[in-house]
T-cell receptor, first 113, second 113 residues
């Protein structure tokens, strides 16, 4: 069974631009979560989607948004990029929202110049 | 809120040495506990987990026991290999409220031949 896939793997943007990252969960998984990893803040939860509905949201500004499609694929969008948004963005999937184990993708590394 | 505290790294060991990475947590209720490993340039891989007190998770020679009385989930391995060099993250998932993973800051392990 294929793992979680994320595209693109690497991205370079400039301040003020917006970016969209994509995540395809493991087949059959309906819950997708997003995390941001930076050297200074570590791993922080962004949001979780289940059956096309946002179930939980972390403490990030409204510039960070996401959605989930009927096939469980998810996208996250960051508008008006700031230098501090440079990070590794990780997507994780689980069978359902209450599942214990989340499986992570390889991440998208975003560099904002 | 929930929190996870890990020992600071890097931890540098010689091959075949014994490994312990300390992890303590703060959470209400009965969280599930996890160890994830991150190799350079990659996402997170689930190493092991424990879902209730006194459970022992194990995988690839690594072990960790869920100790509720000391709120700890220390990672151990009897004989490390160079290939174990990576960053190790302790994490918990609460059993109530927001069920996202809360991560520790990570511990870098360097194993020398």
């Amino acid at each position: 069974k294929a793992g979680v896939t994320q595209t693109p793997r690497y991205l370079i943007k400039t301040r003020g631009q917006q970016v969209t990252l994509s995540c395809s969960p493991i087949s059959g998984h309906r819950s997708v979560s997003w995390y941001q990893q930076t050297p200074g803040q570590g791993l922080q939860f962004l949001f979780e989607y289940f059956s096309e509905t946002q179930r939980n949201k972390g403490n990030f500004p409204g510039r960070f948004s996401g959605r989930q499609f009927s096939n469980s694929r998810s996208e996250m969008n960051v508008s008006t990029l700031e230098l501090g948004d440079s990070a590794l963005y990780l997507c994780a999937s689980s069978f359902e929202a209450r599942s214990e184990t989340q499986y992570f993708g390889p991440g998208t590394r975003l560099l904002v110049l | 809120g929930n929190s996870v505290t890990q020992m600071e790294g890097p931890v540098t060991l010689s091959e075949e040495a014994f490994l312990t990475i300390n992890c303590t947590y703060t959470a209400t209720g009965y969280p599930s506990l996890f160890w994830y490993v991150q190799y350079p340039g990659e996402g997170l891989q689930l190493l092991l987990k424990a879902t209730k007190a006194d459970d022992k998770g194990s995988n690839k020679g690594f072990e960790a026991t869920y100790r509720k009385e000391t709120t700890s989930f220390h990672l151990e391995k009897g004989s490390v290999q160079v290939s174990d060099s990576a960053v190790y993250f302790c994490a918990l998932k609460g059993d109530r409220g927001r069920r996202a993973l809360t991560f520790g800051s990570g511990t870098r392990l360097q194993v020398q031949p």
